[in-house]
């Protein structure tokens, strides 16, 4: 079902548009992720900018027509930096929700990916199975509003890079992006791998197909999601070396009888509202970087 409502709403743009931004292997872009990509995210960090995240994100969020696509890619450069980016175990969080749908739990799906979505406005996957679980349940204003977003994730991307060359990858803010990637364009993932370009720019490499009978290698930059994983092992390498506190068991035994049996959750009266309830803008204000 899946496959059916990302063909019936999203490849005709993707198709339409990646024909001629990555369909030419010959072409080349505006962005070159080794020279442009330093420069851009330092200026999604200055709010003065006009890449300023903080600026551009409400934007992304309202739907509005007048962002760029070199814009959108700042945007996705900029949230690299936000406290919640945690690439390896987003993953693990975008594939549950993604369970979710699988399992036709609609609603509680979009419980949680709107959840996930107010600390990871830009996720490609959790916006499209948020907008299929509205589809599934005769929302389409819902539906149509997490596709548009979509959209403009997937516009950033094909901007970004050539996709066919490894000196020209995608950009790719999570880790399996590029597998969502190929699959949004109508296209089947072969096999999958890693690699470095020339650049020593850490890269995933899609083995894709269009009819299971030709091979079309896609390339996709994820070095800053890779540096990102590679700082967050130091600083828990560091945290495990500090001085763990004494074990208080007085202190124990005040906090157990403190300890109330907690209310328990009405998940049906949480499922109810959830179906009906209408789409706006998530709140900005729990969006900005919390670092």
């Known amino acids: ?16 548009t990646a024909s001629t931004a990555i369909g030419q292997n010959t072409e080349t872009t505006a962005f070159d992720y080794k020279r442009d990509f330093r420069a851009i995210f330092t200026k999604t960090q200055d709010d003065e900018s006009g890449f300023a995240y903080k600026k551009l994100l409400p934007r992304f969020l309202d739907r509005d027509t007048s962002l760029s696509k070199a814009e959108m890619l700042a945007l996705l450069i900029g949230f690299t930096e936000d406290s919640h980016y945690k690439p390896f175990e987003d993953m693990e969080t975008e594939k549950e929700i993604f369970d979710l749908n699988d399992q036709k739990d609609f609603t509680e799906g979009i419980a949680s990916g ?5 600390t990871h406005p830009l996720s490609l996957r959790v916006l499209k199975e948020v907008s299929y679980s509205y589809h599934m349940l005769k929302n389409e204003d819902s539906a149509n509003y997490y596709m548009d977003l979509v959209d403009k994730v997937m516009e950033a991307m094909i901007y970004s890079g050539i996709g066919k060359k490894p000196d020209s990858p995608i950009f790719s803010l999570g880790l399996s992006d590029g597998e969502y990637f190929i699959e949004n364009i109508g296209m089947k993932v072969l096999n999958k791998n890693t690699d470095w370009n020339k650049d020593n720019q850490f890269m995933e490499i899609i083995d894709a197909s269009k009819n299971m009978d030709d091979h079309i290698n896609y390339f996709f930059v994820i070095q800053h999601a890779k540096e990102k994983i590679d700082d967050e092992k130091v600083n828990d390498s560091t945290d495990k070396k500090k001085k763990k506190p004494k074990f208080d068991k007085k202190s124990k035994d005040k906090e157990k ?3 109330k049996e907690k209310p328990k959750f009405d998940k049906k009266s949480k499922k109810d509202k959830l179906v009906n309830e209408p789409v706006l803008p998530v709140s900005t204000d729990s969006l900005q970087n919390k670092n």
């Open 257 to 259: 009888e403190k300890v």
């Open 1 to 16: 079902m899946i496959k059916a409502f990302i063909k019936s709403i999203c490849c005709i743009l993707y198709l339409a």
């Open 114 to 118: 709107r959840t996930y979505l107010q």
